[in-house]
């Protein structure tokens, strides 16, 4: 055996250099859809609320965003959360997203993966049955239900915040497209969802169409967001934007499931899970439309094939509109440990991004 492979075998951590910056992350996925979860490293943000933790974040340290977010340590559509003490003493934490644009308000994927998480960090005393954990996002306090059976996580499910219908087939000019029909719901986040059926697209919700729908989705998005002035959550300013564009496939799938969700959102991120946040509005949508009622429940597959299920727990009034809070449903897995570091003499530690 030669000396080289010898030491290969002997010398197999790597300690960095003092000034290197070391953060220590969980990777998981819902659906297909990534979440790195940075448990260790990250500077301590400043502020009395998550809303206050993310604007600190984002005017203080958003190279580390892109750092963990970008290439070469993630991909352009990398998805990312940062843990934070909770808005008050009836919370568990709080809980900031991040992606390839910024920080999300909302985020159902990642409040289903950061929940197993907790049983399998023991973070909290699990036992069998349902697991609560109230967890405050930009958007407001999500409850989540992890169900344990004989010690082992078998899904999430968990209430969102008011979700609401801002307006039903709405029409929008698209310049290349022309005419698209749509509907805006809020679901923690705004979307404008497109209903295939209602528009002459040229492409499908298949990964075979994954460019297509990512360039048309950004086209809708934007001229959306030109021509739409009705994108105002009723209490938080921080929250009144545009998130993304949802395309939808009511038909019956081959699969069994009742519909087919594809969402493009941020810089053109594609979901690969059927969006938990777009699924929140999309209950809205349903019940405005009486196509869902108490004790039903949608199932909604994505890109992927992996499936949410939706359903209503409640209505109430939010501000101005008629809101429902909405259930969903999924599953998450741990897909590994890591421990990134960044050189200051790296000319790209700051991360860069091809699509």
């Known amino acids: 055996m030669s000396k080289v492979y010898q030491n290969i075998l002997k010398n197999s951590s ?32 400043k502020g009395n609320s998550v809303l206050e933790y993310r604007r600190y974040c984002k005017d203080n340290y958003d190279e580390l965003r892109t750092r963990l977010m970008f290439e070469p340590r993630g991909h352009a559509d990398m998805y ?56 405050d996002a930009p958007c407001g306090r999500i409850t989540s239900y992890t169900n344990v059976e004989y010690g082992k996580v078998t899904g999430v499910r968990f209430h969102c915040v008011p979700s609401f219908v801002v307006g039903l087939d709405k029409t929008v000019k698209v310049e290349g497209i022309g005419n698209v029909t749509y509907d805006l719901a809020y679901g923690g986040a705004f979307y404008a969802y497109v209903d295939m059926a209602k528009n ?12 297509k729908l990512i360039s048309t989705g950004m086209d809708i998005k934007h001229a959306v967001m030109k021509t739409n002035s009705e994108i105002l959550h009723p209490f938080e300013k921080d929250l009144s934007f545009l998130y993304g564009t949802i395309f939808i496939d009511n038909q019956k799938q081959k699969s069994g499931s ?11 991120e594609v979901d690969r899970c059927p969006t938990g946040s777009g699924v929140s509005g999309r209950m809205a949508i349903h019940k405005a439309r009486k196509e869902i009622d ?17 359903s209503i727990v409640s209505e109430e009034k939010y501000g101005n509109f008629n809101a429902i809070i909405p259930q969903v449903e999924g599953t998450a897995h741990i897909t590994g440990i890591q421990t990134f570091v960044i050189d200051p003499n790296d000319p790209m530690k700051n991360g860069f991004i091809l699509r």
């Open 258 to 268: 009742d519909s087919r969700n594809v969402c493009i959102f941020a810089e053109g």
């Open 200 to 211: 002459n697209f040229n492409f499908d919700l298949t990964p075979s169409s994954y460019r």
């Open 80 to 135: 990312g959360c940062i843990l934070t003490p909770p808005n008050d003493n009836e919370g568990d934490f709080g809980i900031l997203f991040l992606h390839n644009e910024g920080y999300s308000t909302m985020c159902g994927h990642a409040i289903i993966a950061i929940s197993t998480l907790a049983i399998e960090m023991n973070w909290i005393d699990a036992k069998e049955g349902d697991n609560i954990l109230k967890i």
């Open 14 to 45: 790597f300690e960095p250099p003092k000034d290197w910056l070391q953060i220590k992350t969980i990777d998981m996925h819902t659906g297909g859809e990534p979440l790195r979860v940075i448990i260790d490293g990250f500077p301590e943000l």
């Open 294 to 310: 108490y004790g039903e429940t949608m199932t909604i597959e994505s890109i992927t094939n992996s499936v949410f299920k939706g």
